[in-house]
């Protein structure tokens, strides 16, 4: 059994291989009880290998795998009442209706709730009678939310939970998780969305080629950039010439540059200070400005870091 404060998932040196291909390189990481834990990285990092792991639906080709205090192959049925799982994909019987849908889960389960208040709790009531084939694709996520958790679980797992959806059902999805969150229980999700990561996550890990690469919050992640600021220059192309990243490095408040795009980025402390800069060197080097833009650093900008590459890049 779980005591205490006890993680609520412990994944040690993990290891997946199919045939020539290891899928997961060695991933180690924990979720504490009550966080949402957030697995991010482009398709085909491992991220969902690694969940479907967890969730028992894969079995490890190497390391150690502890979820709620118990192991699969051992405690398979206690671990399944006390989890949740929505897939990357759910496929649902298109001819039963919502609440026939979200009952049938609930009977999977020794305990769990009403399906009418887990069918309000996602904003479904108006189609409780409506048949799984009628709704719109947000819906079906919100439905596939549902059965995730009507059995009342202490840990809910997502697989990239608003793939392909449009603005108003993400953020529909969004509040769904944070209310499940707020009420003490513990997410795992993975996503190669970042907004979605900074929007819900206490603690990510991001993932690439099968290994972690950086873990921590999303604002300790931005932050390790050593600037909280992004700003991006472009010049006209009949001016002094191509503008390189070097050109800009040294030049007050700037921490790091990078050429992008045809255009140059750079990781700044200070836009008040660092902006005045660039102009000033812009205009020394005889480059005529065409734009320039400032934001604030994201964990997409932590990835570039990292990589060299964006995280949706093929």
Avoid at 14 to 32: I, Q
Avoid at 249 to 265: S, T
Wanted: negative net charge; aromatic residues 4%.
């Amino acid at each position: 059994m779980r005591e205490g404060n006890a993680p609520s998932v412990v994944v040690r040196d993990l290891h997946k291989t199919y045939g020539n291909v290891e899928a997961v390189r060695g991933l180690s990481f924990e979720v504490a009880p009550g966080e949402c834990f957030g697995l991010l990285g482009p398709n085909g990092a491992g991220k969902t290998t690694t969940i479907e792991i967890l969730e028992g639906l894969l079995a490890p080709t190497g390391g150690e795998v502890v979820v709620l205090g118990r192991r699969w192959g051992r405690d398979d049925q206690a671990i399944r009442e006390r989890m949740g799982v929505c897939l990357q994909q759910t496929v649902l019987s298109e001819k039963l209706l919502v609440d026939e849908t979200v009952e049938l889960f609930r009977s999977f389960y020794r305990r769990g709730r009403a399906a009418e208040a887990v069918i309000r709790e996602v904003e479904l009531t108006e189609k409780a009678r409506a048949r799984v084939g009628t709704l719109s694709g947000g819906q079906k996520q919100r439905l596939a939310v549902a059965c995730a958790l009507v059995g009342d679980p202490e840990l809910i797992f997502l697989d990239e939970p608003t793939t392909g959806l449009d603005p108003q059902s993400r953020r529909q999805v969004w509040d769904i998780v944070n209310a499940f969150k707020a009420g003490g229980q513990t997410v795992l999700l993975t996503t190669h969305y970042m907004d979605e990561a900074e929007r819900l996550c206490d603690r990510v890990a991001i993932v690439d080629h099968g290994r972690v690469i950086a873990e921590g919050s999303p604002m300790h992640l931005m932050t390790s950039l050593g600037g909280e600021h992004v700003v991006e220059i472009a010049v006209r192309e009949d001016g002094a010439g191509p503008l390189t990243a070097s050109a800009m490095e040294g030049l007050p408040g700037v921490r790091a540059a990078h050429a992008e795009a045809g255009r140059v980025v750079l990781t700044v402390t200070e836009p008040h200070v660092a902006v005045p800069a660039v102009l000033e060197r812009l205009r020394a080097g005889g480059w005529a400005l065409s734009g320039l833009s400032t934001r604030h650093a994201s964990l997409e900008d932590v990835f570039v870091s990292l990589t060299g590459r964006h995280l949706r890049d093929e």
